[in-house]
C-alpha cells in the first residue's frame, strides 16, 4: 500500500530555533498538505501544495512541493512555544478520490522557551 | 471560517455497548464526511467514507458492521461503534469537505473513546 514516511520523528528546540521536517512518498501525487494538530483537537491545515516545485510561505512557515512529486518539507522559522504540537504531512487524491487523504507519521514538536 | 462540529467530544462506556458519535458540518453542506481513527502517539487512519444518501465506503481491514456509518442528512453523518471493546478506544476524529477544493477540508475536533 501507499506509504507517507515522516521525519524526524520528534524535534524539541529551544524558542527562536528553525525547524524544517519533510515527507516522501512511494508513489506520485498532485497535492500535498502539511497539519497541525494540537492535543486533544482535530488537525488545522497549514499549507497545501498544488504544484511541482511549489514554495508556499504561511507566516513563519514555509512549504516546498518536491520536483520528484514525492516528497515535501515544511520549515518553521523562529519557533515560539505555541509552536508546539504534532505535524503532518498529507497526500489528496488517495484511492483515486480527490478529498480522501492519506496522512504521514507525524513530527511531535517541543519547543523549550 | 467554516466548523465541523463532534459530539460527544468524550465518552466512556463498559464493554460491550454501543456508542455513537456524530459528526456535523455547521455552516455548509457535505455530501461526503470522513472518519478517521487515531491510536496515542499515532496518526490518522482512514476508517471510511460517508455518503449521504448511500452506503459508506469502508477502507480495508475496517470492519462495517462493528462501525456503522449513516449520512443522514448533507450536514450529518454518524458513527456507531457497536459492541465496543477496550482495543476499540481511540481518538475518533471526522473531516468535511467544502465545495471549494481539498484546502477546504475541514476537522472536527475528535471524539475520545474509552471502552472500559
Known amino acids: 500500500g501507499q506509504q507517507l514516511n515522516q521525519s524526524p520523528q520528534s524535534m524539541f528546540i529551544q524558542e527562536g530555533e528553525d525547524v524544517s521536517m519533510n515527507c516522501t512518498s512511494s508513489?506520485?501525487?498532485?497535492?500535498w498538505l502539511w497539519y497541525k494538530q494540537d492535543p486533544g483537537e482535530g488537525p488545522v491545515l497549514l499549507i497545501a501544495?498544488?504544484?511541482?516545485?511549489e514554495l508556499t510561505s504561511n507566516g513563519r512557515l514555509t512549504a516546498q512541493f518536491g520536483i520528484t512529486r514525492k516528497d515535501s518539507f515544511l520549515n518553521i522559522s523562529a519557533s515560539i512555544p505555541s509552536d508546539v504540537g504534532i505535524y503532518f504531512c498529507?497526500?489528496?487524491?488517495?484511492?483515486?478520490?480527490?478529498?480522501?487523504?492519506?496522512f504521514g507519521t507525524g513530527t511531535l514538536l517541543a519547543v523549550q522557551p | 471560517g467554516a466548523v465541523v462540529s463532534q459530539h460527544p467530544s468524550w465518552v466512556i462506556c463498559k464493554s460491550g455497548t454501543s456508542v455513537k458519535i456524530e459528526c456535523r458540518s455547521l455552516?455548509?453542506?457535505?455530501?461526503?464526511m470522513f472518519w478517521y481513527r487515531q491510536f496515542p502517539k499515532q496518526s490518522l487512519m482512514l476508517m471510511a467514507t460517508?455518503?449521504?444518501?448511500?452506503?459508506?465506503?469502508?477502507e480495508q481491514g475496517v470492519e462495517k458492521d462493528k462501525f456503522l456509518i449513516n449520512h443522514a442528512s448533507l450536514t450529518l453523518s454518524t458513527l456507531t461503534v457497536t459492541s465496543a471493546h477496550p482495543e476499540d478506544s481511540s481518538f475518533y476524529i471526522c473531516s468535511a469537505p467544502n465545495a471549494g477544493g481539498i484546502d477546504t477540508q475541514y476537522f472536527g475536533p475528535g471524539t475520545r473513546l474509552t471502552v472500559l
Open positions: 460517508s455518503n449521504e444518501g448511500s452506503k459508506a465506503t469502508y
Open positions: 501544495l498544488y504544484k511541482a516545485g
Open positions: 455552516d455548509f453542506q457535505a455530501t461526503t
Open positions: 498529507a497526500l489528496a487524491g488517495y484511492g483515486g478520490a480527490t478529498n480522501k487523504l492519506i
Open positions: 508513489s506520485i501525487f498532485n497535492t
